[in-house]
């Protein structure tokens, strides 16, 4: 995987965790017993990539929901259609409708001012990790505020 590839993977998860305030969204919902370590979720699959960057496209989620979840994808989808369904059409909706993914660099610079928003949620190896994606990307262009 390219550089570039992976510093968007990293503020996409950074952007998704941090929103949540690092908790798992889908605490109390079920049987399983949160595990506290939190990784971005993809409501619809990674696979999809002209949404695999998206916002709305992912949610917090402790490693016991997460590994559930990912062999249990009808049971996902209903519950992803039940709790957020308004982001479910969305990406629904652009799911079927075919486009290509929007360029890399375009993606961290919508990405790296949301990231940074989160920062006060990160602990100092994540915040180490985000200053070198910023040095990296220095030139990429931000959309205007
Ligand atoms: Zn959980």
């Known amino acids: 995987m390219?550089?570039?590839?992976?510093?968007?993977?990293q503020l996409w998860s950074l952007v998704i965790r941090g929103r949540a305030?690092?908790?798992?969204?889908?605490?109390?919902?079920?049987?399983?017993?949160?595990s506290f370590v939190i990784e971005a979720m993809h409501i619809v699959t990674r696979g999809v990539r002209n949404i695999k960057?998206?916002?709305?496209?992912?949610?917090?989620?402790?490693?016991?929901?997460?590994k559930f979840y990912?062999?249990?994808?009808?049971?996902?989808?209903?519950?992803?259609?039940?709790?957020?369904?308004e982001d479910w059409e969305y990406l629904i909706q652009r799911k079927w409708h075919i486009s290509k993914p929007?360029?890399?660099?375009?993606?961290?610079?919508?990405?790296?001012?949301?990231?940074?928003?989160?920062r006060v949620h990160y602990l100092p190896h994540q915040i180490q990790a985000l200053e070198k994606i910023l040095e990296r990307n220095r030139c990429v262009e931000r959309p205007s505020p």
């Not at 990912?70 to 369904?85: K, T, Y």
């Open 21 to 34: 305030g690092f908790r798992c969204e889908l605490y109390g919902i079920d049987h399983i017993r949160c």
């Open 102 to 118: 929007r360029p890399i660099r375009e993606v961290i610079g919508e990405l790296l001012p949301l990231a940074e928003r989160y």
């Open 70 to 85: 990912s062999h249990q994808r009808e049971l996902w989808a209903a519950l992803c259609m039940r709790l957020w369904p």
């Open 53 to 66: 960057y998206d916002q709305r496209n992912g949610r917090s989620g402790c490693t016991a929901h997460h």
């Open 2 to 9: 390219n550089r570039l590839t992976k510093d968007a993977e």
